[in-house]
C-alpha cells in the first residue's frame, strides 16, 4: 500500500494536514478520470491531484473511474485537468 492510502483502501493526500474544520469549509466535486486501472494509477492520480493549490483531500475509486477533490473553495478545473493530464491520464468530465 502507498503512503497515501488508508487502511480501507481508499487514498487521500494531505490528511494529516487537513482538518475537519477545513472540509467543513470546503467544498467536494467529483471528476470523472480515464486511463485509471490500478493501484499505482490511483497513487499517481492522487498525488498529482493533491499538489493542486487548494486541494485538501482526494479520493479515487479505480472501479467508478471517479475522483473525489475537496478543496478550501471553488476548485480550479483547469488545473485539476492540467495536473491530471500531466500525470498520464485523462479528465473526461465533472459530475458534481
Known amino acids: 500500500?502507498?503512503?497515501c492510502c488508508t487502511p480501507d483502501g481508499s487514498c487521500s493526500t494531505k490528511a494529516a494536514e487537513s482538518g475537519t474544520a477545513a472540509e467543513a469549509d470546503g467544498r467536494t466535486t467529483v471528476y470523472t478520470v480515464a486511463g485509471m486501472t490500478c493501484g499505482h494509477c490511483r497513487s499517481t492520480v492522487t498525488k498529482a491531484?493533491?499538489?493542486v493549490d487548494g486541494v485538501l483531500n482526494v479520493d479515487v475509486d479505480i472501479e467508478t473511474g471517479q475522483v473525489s477533490v475537496?478543496?478550501?473553495g471553488v476548485p480550479d478545473d483547469a488545473e485539476i485537468a492540467k495536473a491530471v493530464d500531466e500525470a498520464g491520464y485523462?479528465?473526461?468530465g465533472r459530475v458534481a
Open 49 to 51: 491531484i493533491g499538489e
Open 90 to 92: 485523462e479528465l473526461t
Open 70 to 72: 475537496a478543496t478550501g
Open 1 to 3: 500500500m502507498s503512503e
